[in-house]
Each structure stands twice: as C-alpha cells, then as structure tokens.
C-alpha cells in the first residue's frame, strides 16, 4: 500500500510562486510513475505534470515554462515547483501514483488527499 501526503498548498496572488511537495510512504521512485493531476470545482481532474520511474516529465501545455516537477530520494518527497501563478491555475492539487503490481501483471494507481492551491488576481 502506497500513501501519499500533500503539502505546501495556499493562496497566492498572481505572478507569484508555490512549492507543492508529496510524501511518499518508501522508496518508490525506481518502480513508479509519479504525477500531479488538478482539479477546479465543477471540472474534471486533468494532468498537470509526470514523472517517469527513469525520470522522463510531461507538463499540460497550459503550464509549460511555469511549473517544475522534480524527485527528492533522499526525501522520497516528489515536489511541483509553481510560478507565474495564474488565476486559472486555482484547483485542488492531487499527487498520484502508478505502481507496478507485486507480479507485475498490472498497474495500481493511488492518490493524495489533495492540496488547495488559489490564485487571486
């Protein structure tokens, strides 16, 4: 069982810069995929950014050049360095991850509680 905490959520005016950071219960990394997904109210939960277990990321366009996603191992903390916040950017952050199965025959995903992220003009 993988756990997952958010933290570094808030509010923020726009132009300004967050830093979220997800908690991981061990050393998962080398095995799974990592990822921020968002979700504003009354939409659906979109991709933000990807981490790869060989480290390879994907962004959403929307947040290209802004957002950073990164792995601390020594932390087995996975963080999402946020700037030039803007004011669609406000949603409910979500770290998620997909584990390999103990076979290996399929893929389990798992999710944070979220994180509050909000952006004034």
């Known amino acids: 069982q993988v756990q997952l905490v958010e933290s570094g959520g808030g509010s923020v005016q726009a132009g300004g810069s967050l830093k979220l950071s997800c908690a991981t219960s061990?050393?998962?990394?080398?095995?799974?995929?990592m990822g921020w997904y968002r979700q504003a109210p009354g939409k659906e939960r979109d991709m933000v950014s990807t981490i790869s277990s060989d480290g390879a990321t994907t962004y959403a366009d929307s947040v290209k050049g802004r957002f950073t996603i990164s792995q601390d191992n020594d932390k087995n903390t996975l963080n999402l360095q946020m700037n030039s916040l803007k004011t669609e950017d406000t949603a409910v952050y979500y770290c998620t991850a997909r584990c390999p199965s103990r076979g290996g025959n399929y893929y389990l995903r798992y999710w944070g509680q979220g994180t509050q992220v909000t952006v004034s003009s």
């Open positions: 061990g050393r998962i990394f080398s095995t799974c995929g």
